[in-house]
């Protein structure tokens, strides 16, 4: 049982390049998410996703997209990166809201140079 | 909006020493409340949740938290801590039906000397 499995696991970008980052969870989850973590800052959401073929904001959405094509699977896209996205992305999956236990991916090390 | 403080950036601690992190929340009703634990380099490990009932919550690897309505506190503790303790813990918090979106606080660093 792979739980959540986030690709890649590290990467370096030039500043107005552009990636996507991949996540995939084989528990059957509905609810799935994107957080960011900054040095003291905790873990703050991007985007997440209800359900299949649904999408929406979180608390800090500027410059990233997503799109949710499969129920498994949940994609992160920065369309032209800045020094600033440097970051460790995680991904994460829940079943229902009322089984709100997240598992997390083990993160993404991002850096924008 | 829910939010998430934990007022300790770093603590330190011997190793057998007993150990609490503190975790203040702001919500209007009763939140759901976590603890995680991140060890460097890794994805985020439950270590225990509180969504009803009982306000002392046991959890994995011997950590129990309280949960205090009237002081809108959360704190995780451990009687005894060991040295393979050492890691980043963050206290998050769900409120009400937001489709389980965590609000993680700033999070904690443990160092425990030997």
């Known amino acids: 049982n792979a739980g959540v499995t986030q690709t890649p696991k590290f990467r370096v970008l030039k500043t107005g390049q552009s990636m996507t980052l991949l996540c995939a969870q084989d528990?059957?989850?509905?609810?799935m998410y994107w957080y960011r973590q900054d040095p003291g800052m905790g873990l703050r959401l991007i985007h997440y996703?209800?359900?299949?073929?649904?999408?929406a904001k979180g608390e800090v959405p500027d410059g990233y997209n997503v799109s949710r094509l499969k129920k498994q699977n949940f994609l992160l896209g920065l369309e032209s990166a800045a020094p600033s996205q440097t970051s460790v992305y995680f991904c994460?999956?829940?079943?229902?809201?009322?089984?709100?236990?997240?598992?997390f991916g083990q993160g993404t090390r991002l850096t924008v140079v | 909006a829910q939010s998430v403080t934990q007022p300790d950036i770093h603590i330190t601690v011997s190793e057998g020493a007993s150990l609490e992190l503190r975790c203040n929340y702001s919500y209007g009703a009763t939140p759901y409340l976590f603890w995680y634990v991140q060890s460097p380099g890794q994805g985020l490990q439950l270590l225990l949740k509180y969504f009803s009932g009982d306000t002392l919550v046991q959890g994995i690897k011997g950590f129990e938290a309280e949960f205090k309505r009237s002081q809108s506190s959360f704190n995780l503790r451990k009687p005894s801590v060991h040295w393979s303790d050492a890691a980043e813990y963050f206290c998050a918090v769900i409120g009400g039906t937001s489709y389980g979106k965590l609000t993680f606080g700033q999070g904690t660093i443990l160092t425990v000397h030997p």
């Open positions: 528990m059957n989850h509905e609810y």
């Open positions: 994460a999956s829940t079943r229902t809201v009322e089984n709100t236990e997240a598992f």
């Open positions: 996703s209800v359900g299949e073929g649904t999408t």
